[in-house]
């Protein structure tokens, strides 16, 4: 497929450039390449289009975008994943390329996961994805992840489009909703197949139609709620469905609460059903939560904890002899020094059959070393995460977990370092020498995708970093956004458009 005659802006600057003569982009799409004459490269057509920022810049760059999604259309792509984005006030819009997506509904007849993100209304690019919302129900009926981003005054806007989205999915399994108050009774159209539903940045309250909804929510199997302020009140309305509820997953992460009853309402009804429990930055009820994990819960297999500090430590061990025989996946972050003879307790107190481990602490090799020699009744660990708070004891500490991965068949290992400094020569020899023993490749502590394939590696990441995401591990994948095959995004001053395709 030759690049010509698309447009003057770029025909004419290629007629005028020495270094390109032609340019040719070879399918299928997991080869693209690009031939010119001997003078060019890759590198000159890329300096080409971003030779300066004069006022055709943005028109030479959505050029370049259009003609891509017509190779991905003319060769019969089909999307995955579908992402809509409004970031910056310009219009310039990818010279219609919404259009053109509309113009060919085959090629997003098979999104399975559907994503608005706005931050910046601006009238125009609304407009647009208002439009867009207003046919996608009439090309694609596949989607089973839906995402909603955007601020109250934009979601108003769309109450309608939303609502004929939600009505048009057959196999609609999970939501995500951040900053939305309502749903405009769409929830009734997806009770029979919605499974997870995610709440982010939503501050509920009484009055939200969003509550006369929960009804509909009749076969949910994961609940999460991030920064979100007073989750109870959702909590409350859920609890009065006549059906029994069987949550397998429940995440909460850093929540303004302000009253913690529904929450012992909630544990006691789903316990013994609970398998994934993630309770991150909720130190005001942190007490509260561990007796109900200890009174109503009986085969959590995955759990991830924050604030384990002194006072609830007795708690916490509880947690970890009660489900001795279950748990499979654990993290545990602590932020500051840790008990005295905290690690070398969660050594042995360690389920025999944990599989997973990531650890966030503020370590010293003493400790760690305890800890190691504890926990030596594990015999199924696959993949060991540490993050280091400290900044002290940096080579002494690698020395140490160099020493225990020689006795395991690890197939994943990753060290991390929060704090920023300069790698001494030894301290690089140490890493080297810890990658040989285990015979891995070295990743990043928050490489995406870190179940599965990526398990064959080991990382000694210096850097910068925070806590592993939990949409990362393997416990929660069945009911966090689905995998998808490859990602194109795509970004300029006026829409963004982000999307995977299926193999072509």
Known sequence: MVWMNKSRILSNELKASSHINTCTINCPLTEIQYKASNKTNMENFRNFIYKKADTTLILKINLAYFLLFEIFIKNDASLYKLQLEDRF???????????????TPKFISRVKDFRIIISCPEFEAIRKLQNFLSSLPLICNSIKYIELNFPHEVHNKFLQEIKNLFKSQITLSKVLFNRICSLSESLKYCSNTLTSISFHFIIFNENMLLLNEIE??????????????????FIQSLLNISIPLKIKTLILDDNVIQSIFPFQLLFHNIGPYLKYLVIIYQPYFIEDFYEFIIQYCEKIEFLYLTEIINNYENLFFQIMELFNNNLRYLTLEVKGKLGKNFLKELGQSLPINLEYLDLYFDLDPINLTHFFENCKHINNLKKLLICNSSK????????????????????YLTYAITNQFVLSNNLKNLIKETENIVKMKMRTYLE???????????????????????????????????????????????FSIKLSLHNI
């Open 89 to 103: 006030f310009s219009t310039k819009n990818f010279y219609n390329l919404d259009e053109l997506i509309l113009e």
């Open 216 to 233: 509909h929510l009749i076969h949910i199997q994961s609940l999460e709620f991030k920064y979100c302020e007073r989750p109870e009140l």
């Open 392 to 411: 002290n004891n940096l080579k002494a500490i690698l020395y140490v977990i160099k020493e225990f991965v020689k006795g395991k068949n690890l197939e």
């Open 448 to 494: 995406p995708g870190l179940p599965g394939s990526y398990f064959n590696q080991i990382n000694i990441n210096i850097f910068g970093v925070s806590k592993l995401i939990v949409d990362k591990v393997v416990g929660l994948q069945q009911y966090l956004p689905y995998h998808y095959l490859g990602i194109l995004r795509i970004s300029t001053h006026g």
